[in-house]
T-cell receptor, first 110, second 114 residues
Framework: QKEVEQNSGPLSVPEGAIASLNCTYS??????FFWYRQYSGKSPELIMF????GDKEDGRFTAQLNKASQYVSLLIRDSQPSDSATYLC??????????FGTGTSLTVIP | EAGVVQSPRYKIIEKKQPVAFWCNPI?????LYWYLQNLGQGPELLIR????????DSQLPKDRFSAERLKGVDSTLKIQPAELGDSAVYLC????????????FGPGTRLTVL
């Protein structure tokens, strides 16, 4: 079982809609979670990190963490074509090892 | 402020040849990471350095891969000999320290083994 699992997609949403990206993790002791965005042919770039249960908002992005369900999500409001990319969920396990998921491909249709 | 620098950006070699990748992290970043990323997959950690010490190399295939960060700044990742399956993008990332875990990635080196 992988440490962090994501639905690879692809996920398509119309411009202006809410895109919902989901991730589950296996190590119940994991503390830190990150969402990275990766455009095709480019390197990952950090969007948000979340450590505490609940929601964390930054502009159009909201990260949600539910430790009881071992579930992390990223919501993108008012999706734009420029949001089209692969979104990588990552976490740090109890051994302080860092794992990425396989990523979810998002396409925002104009 | 300059970002993470990697070279070369692209490398094509024949199997069984050696290859080396170089990374210069963001100034002041003590933690350096080397990742391997295959197409359609997330980055997989190969090795993590805290200053010059390799604190996590559990995923590094030590029979053919080696890495060094002698002065705690720039780092080199080597493969000898390369195999066809080593074709991938090799990413270097750095962070101020492992507690923050906010990693900044370099542009990567795309390796093709023929």
């Amino acid at each position: 079982q992988k440490e962090v699992e994501q639905n690879s997609g692809p996920l398509s949403v119309p411009e202006g809609a809410i895109a919902s990206l989901n991730c589950t993790y296996s190590d119940r002791g994991s503390q830190s979670f990150f969402w990275y965005r990766q455009y095709s042919g480019k390197s990952p770039e950090l969007i948000m990190f979340i450590y505490s249960n609940g929601d964390k908002e930054d502009g159009r992005f909201t990260a949600q963490l539910n430790k009881a369900s071992q579930y992390v999500s990223l919501l993108i409001r008012d999706s734009q074509p420029s949001d089209s990319a692969t979104y990588l969920c990552a976490g740090t396990n109890t051994g302080n090892q860092f794992y990425f998921g396989t990523g979810t491909s998002l396409t925002v249709i104009p | 402020e300059a970002g993470v620098v990697q070279s070369p950006r692209y490398k094509i070699i024949e199997k069984k040849q050696p290859v080396a990748f170089w990374c210069n992290p963001i100034s002041g970043h003590n933690t350096l990471y080397w990742y391997l990323q295959n197409l359609g997959q997330g980055p997989e950690l190969l090795i993590r350095y805290e200053n010059e010490e390799a604190v996590d190399d559990s995923q590094l295939p030590k029979d053919r891969f080696s890495a060094e960060r002698l002065k705690g700044v720039d780092s080199t990742l080597k493969i000898q000999p390369a195999e066809l399956g080593d074709s991938a993008v090799y990413l270097c990332a750095s962070s101020q320290d492992s507690r923050t875990d906010t990693q900044y990635f370099g542009p990567g080196t795309r390796l093709t083994v023929l």
